[in-house]
C-alpha cells in the first residue's frame, strides 16, 4: 500500500468510536474472572474483585477528602499498585492523578505540585524527606499520605470514605491522568489524558502489540511516563495480568520475567543494554516471552541487532509516540525487524497505528510529498484534552484536529516514519526528556556564565548525553567539574550536564537565535540519531 501525502492505519479514527469509562477496563473482568489474579506488586497479589474493590476505596477516601471534580491529587512514587489504584478512583470522583517524575530535584517537584493545584500529596518512604523539605513552598496542599513502607497511611486512608460513594456522572472528555512534560517555556506541562485518550490508546497499543487476555503484562516504565500508564491500561483492557516493577534493576527484571513467565513487556534502549550485558542473560529460559517493545530514545543498531541475535524467537516493537497522544501511535512491527530485503526499516519508526493519521508538514502547515522532511502531525482521538491551565501552549499544540508533535522527519512511500530531528531541540538520555531551555536557565545564572547552549550528543549507552556548550564572561573563571556540581540540586540528576565545553562565541542567525544545529554538526559528524 502506497501512501501519498499521508500515514493512515487501516481504519481512520472515527469520532463515533464508542468511550466508554476507562474503569470498564477492571469492571468486564470483575464481572467474567472477579478469583483471577488481575495484578502482582512484589510479594502482593491482587484479583480482579479485590483491585475493584480497592479502586472504590480509593475513590471513597478521595471525596471524603474533600477532592472534587476538576481536583488533582499528585503522587511522587516509584512504581506501585497504589499509583495505578489512584488513577482509576480519579476516573471516578470526576479528579485526575498528577504522577511526578520521581527523579527530578526538590525544586522541580514543588512546580510541579503547585501547578496541579494539588490538596493532596501521595508519597513513596523514599521521598517523604523530599515533600519536608518544600513542604513550606506547596501552597495548596493540605495532606501528605505517605503509601508504603514502616510508616504506611496509604491502607489507613482507603477506609476513610463512605460506603454509600457515587461515581461522578461519566463524560469522555474529562482528564483522570495528568502527565507531565517538560516545554519550551523551560517549566514542566501537564498534559491531560482523558477517557476517550486513553481509551483510543487501549485499541490501538492492543492490535499493536498483540496483546491477549492470556498475557502477562510486565510494567516496568515508571508510572510518570505514557510508558507506564497507558502500557496498564492496554494490556488491562484484554485482561491480561499485570505485573508491576518498582525499580529497574537488570538483572532482578530479567528473574520476574522468567519468575512470572511474563509474555509482553516494554523498556527503553538503554536497558536493553544492560540486559546484554547480564551474565547470566542465555541462562534463562525466554519461552513465555512474546513481546519486547522499546523507544522513548534511539536504539543503536548494534544494540537492536545484538537484541535480535539474543531473543531469536521473541517478537520486538519499535514504537514512537508522547505523552501528549497518550502513548504510542507508530509502531515497527516483529516482521519489519527481521526482513532482510528491507535493513533501513531498522531506523525507522515503523507505520502509524490503527485510529491513527500522521502527515508531514512544511512551516506554513502544508502537507508535503513522501521523502521530504518536515514537521510530523497527527490525528485521533489518542491526543490530550489539552496542557493544564496553560492554553497558549495547547493553542500552539493542537491544531483542529491535529496535533503538532514537533518532530521533524520523513515518510517514505510505503509509509514508515523516519525521525531525522527535533523541532523542539528536545534531548532524549536513557528514555528521559530533557528539554535544552530547562539547563540553560539554570547554567546562565552561574556568574561566570555569559552564553550558553545546550545540545544532545551521541551516547552509546544513554543514546544522548547532555552538553552545555559555554561562554564565559571576560572576567569569568569556572572549571567544567565546577558548573556540573553547580547544577547538582538546581537539576534532576539526568538532566544535569555531562561534559562542558567552552567557546569564544556561540553562532546566531541574521535575528539573534542561536544556531543549534550548527554546534550539534561537530559532535555528530558521521552519525545519525539511531546509530
Request: hydrophobic share 40%.
Amino acid at each position: 500500500m502506497r501512501h501519498d501525502v499521508t500515514s493512515k492505519s487501516t481504519y481512520a479514527a472515527s469520532s463515533n468510536d464508542e468511550v466508554t469509562p476507562i474503569i470498564g477496563v477492571v469492571d468486564r473482568w470483575v464481572a467474567e474472572k472477579p478469583d483471577d489474579l488481575a495484578v502482582i506488586d512484589g510479594d502482593r497479589h491482587f484479583t480482579w474483585s479485590r483491585f475493584r474493590e480497592r479502586i472504590e476505596r480509593n475513590a471513597a477516601a478521595q471525596v471524603a477528602s474533600g477532592v472534587r471534580p476538576g481536583d488533582r491529587i499528585a503522587f511522587l512514587d516509584k512504581n506501585s499498585v497504589a499509583c495505578v489504584e489512584t488513577t482509576l478512583a480519579a476516573s471516578l470522583t470526576g479528579a485526575a492523578n498528577a504522577v511526578i517524575n520521581f527523579r527530578l530535584s526538590p525544586a522541580e517537584v514543588a512546580y510541579i505540585i503547585n501547578d496541579a493545584q494539588a490538596a493532596i500529596v501521595i508519597t513513596g518512604p523514599e521521598f517523604v524527606d523530599t515533600i519536608a523539605a518544600i513542604r513550606d513552598e506547596l501552597t495548596t496542599v493540605e495532606r501528605v499520605i505517605v503509601s508504603g513502607g514502616p510508616d504506611d497511611e496509604y491502607e489507613r486512608w482507603l477506609d476513610c470514605g463512605s460506603e454509600s460513594f457515587a461515581a461522578v456522572p461519566f463524560d469522555p472528555d474529562v482528564a483522570f491522568l495528568q502527565l507531565y512534560t517538560s516545554g519550551t517555556t523551560g517549566h514542566p506541562k501537564g498534559a491531560m489524558l482523558t477517557h476517550r485518550s486513553l481509551s483510543a490508546h487501549s485499541r490501538a497499543a492492543v492490535t499493536g502489540f498483540r496483546f491477549t487476555e492470556d498475557s502477562v503484562s510486565m510494567v516496568a516504565m515508571p508510572l510518570f511516563h505514557v510508558g507506564g500508564s497507558s502500557w496498564v491500561l492496554a494490556g488491562m483492557s484484554v485482561g491480561a495480568q499485570t505485573v508491576i516493577v518498582r525499580e529497574m534493576v537488570p538483572g532482578a527484571v530479567l528473574d520476574e520475567m522468567v519468575e512470572r513467565a511474563v509474555t509482553h513487556a516494554f523498556f527503553v534502549p538503554a536497558v536493553y543494554g544492560f540486559f546484554l550485558a547480564d551474565r547470566r542473560l542465555h541462562k534463562r529460559d525466554y519461552s513465555a516471552v512474546r513481546c519486547l517493545g522499546y523507544g522513548g530514545s534511539p536504539m543503536p543498531l548494534p544494540t537492536i541487532r545484538a537484541c535480535l541475535e539474543a531473543w531469536p524467537d521473541v517478537d520486538f516493537y519499535q514504537v514512537y509516540g508522547m505523552t501528549e497522544m497518550s502513548g504510542v501511535f507508530s509502531v515497527l512491527t516483529p516482521a519489519d525487524h527481521r526482513d532482510v530485503t528491507h535493513p533501513e526499516r531498522l531506523v525507522s519508526a515503523g507505520r502509524v497505528l490503527p485510529g491513527n493519521i500522521i502527515k508531514v508538514v512544511d512551516p506554513d502547515g502544508n502537507t508535503l510529498p513522501p521523502n521530504t522532511v518536515g514537521e510530523l502531525w497527527t490525528k485521533s482521538q489518542q491526543h490530550m484534552l489539552g496542557y493544564w491551565r496553560n492554553p497558549q501552549a495547547t493553542a500552539d499544540t493542537l491544531v483542529g484536529e491535529w496535533l503538532r508533535t514537533g518532530d521533524a522527519g520523513h515518510m517514505d512511500p510505503d509509509g514508515y516514519l523516519f525521525i531525522s530531528d527535533r523541532v523542539k531541540d528536545m534531548i532524549i538520555t536513557g528514555g528521559e526528556n530533557v528539554y535544552p531551555v530547562e539547563v540553560e536557565r539554570v547554567v546562565i545564572e552561574h556568574e561566570a556564565v555569559a552564553d550558553v547552549a545546550v545540545i544532545g550528543v551521541p551516547d552509546d549507552k544513554w543514546g544522548e548525553s547532555v552538553k552545555a556548550v559555554v561562554v564565559l564572561n571576560a572576567d569569568g573563571a569556572v572549571t567544567e567539574d565546577e558548573l556540573i556540581d553547580y547544577c547538582r540540586g538546581r537539576l534532576a540528576g539526568y538532566k544535569i550536564p555531562k561534559t562542558v565545553d567552552f567557546v569564544s562565541a556561540l553562532p546566531r542567525n541574521s535575528t539573534g537565535k542561536i544556531l543549534k544545529r550548527e554546534i550539534r554538526k561537530e559532535y555528530w559528524a558521521g552519525r545519525t540519531l539511531h546509530t
